[in-house]
């Protein structure tokens, strides 16, 4: 496991608080979200609500555009439809309550686990199983699970990856964003859940979902300061 480096970001209170208010609540001329991203967690009562949290649904497939990817159509055929029943058995075995930091949920995560045979199957690494959906692949599957189980799985795209400057190939960051959230006796999650609430954007809002907003948006200045 690759140990996590914390950006230090997230101990700057008025730009990590700064960051997370404009994600969340900053408008377009027209008075809808200037984000999209700002309604991934929340649309139609969000992807772990109980009726639907062990399937996929259209609603799923819309919150991903809403981070800007896709599955192309027979990938979200196959995804809704769920033939082969990978899909509801996977789901069905992952609880809607997981936590990341709770040690309980480690076997969720870890290789043979449900949540990591679900990114396997949608991702089919080294043709570990074949016939994943289309269009689907890593970052869209950490975006899917991270709509189903928004407590257990971060949301995790280039601009994360760059800014904790992870490996090309990371095959452990759960596992290693898990343990940071348990070191010094939750005082990564404790200081997320603080900047949560400074920012008052809602505590439906997780807190994996905030560390990710924080470095996208934090990363995403680095990178147009550097064009500049």
Same mark, same amino acid.
């Given at each position: 496991m690759t140990a996590l480096w914390i950006p230090p970001v997230y101990e700057d209170t008025e730009a990590?608080?700064?960051?997370? &208010? &404009?994600?969340?609540?900053?408008?377009?001329?027209?008075?809808?979200?200037?984000?999209?991203?700002?309604?991934?967690?929340?649309?139609?009562? !969000?992807?772990?609500?109980?009726?639907?949290?062990?399937?996929?649904?259209?609603?799923?497939? %819309?919150?991903?555009t809403m981070l800007s990817v896709s599955v192309e159509p027979h990938g979200a055929v196959?995804?809704?439809?769920?033939?082969? !029943?990978?899909?509801? &058995?996977?789901?069905?075995?992952?609880?809607?309550?997981?936590?990341?930091?709770?040690?309980?949920?480690?076997?969720?995560?870890?290789?043979?686990?449900?949540?990591?045979?679900?990114?396997?199957?949608?991702?089919?690494?080294?043709?570990?199983?074949?016939?994943?959906?289309? !269009?689907? !692949?890593p970052v %869209?599957?950490?975006?899917?699970?991270?709509?189903?189980?928004?407590?257990? %799985?971060? %949301?995790?795209?280039?601009?994360?990856?760059?800014?904790? &400057?992870r490996p090309k190939v990371d095959h452990t960051f759960w596992s290693s964003l898990a343990g940071a959230l348990r070191a010094d006796g939750g005082a990564l999650r404790g200081r997320l859940a603080e900047l949560r609430a400074r920012a008052g954007i809602g505590e439906d809002i997780g807190v994996l979902r905030v560390l990710d907003v924080i470095a996208w948006m934090h990363q995403g200045e680095v990178e147009q300061a550097s064009a500049g």
């Open positions: 990590s608080v700064e960051l997370l &208010r &404009r994600y969340f609540t900053r408008q377009r001329a027209k008075g809808d979200a200037y984000y999209s991203g700002a309604h991934f967690e929340r649309l139609a009562g !969000g992807g772990d609500r109980p009726e639907t949290a062990d399937r996929f649904t259209a609603d799923d497939l %819309v919150a991903i196959e995804l809704l439809t769920d033939p082969a !029943g990978h899909w509801h &058995r996977l789901l069905s075995a992952i609880p809607r309550d997981a936590r990341l930091e709770d040690p309980a949920c480690a076997p969720l995560i870890a290789p043979g686990g449900p949540a990591s045979e679900l990114w396997d199957r949608l991702v089919n690494p080294r043709g570990t199983h074949p016939g994943k959906p289309d !269009g689907a !692949g %869209v599957a950490g975006k899917l699970l991270a709509r189903k189980r928004p407590h257990l %799985v971060p %949301v995790y795209d280039t601009r994360v990856k760059t800014l904790f &400057r």
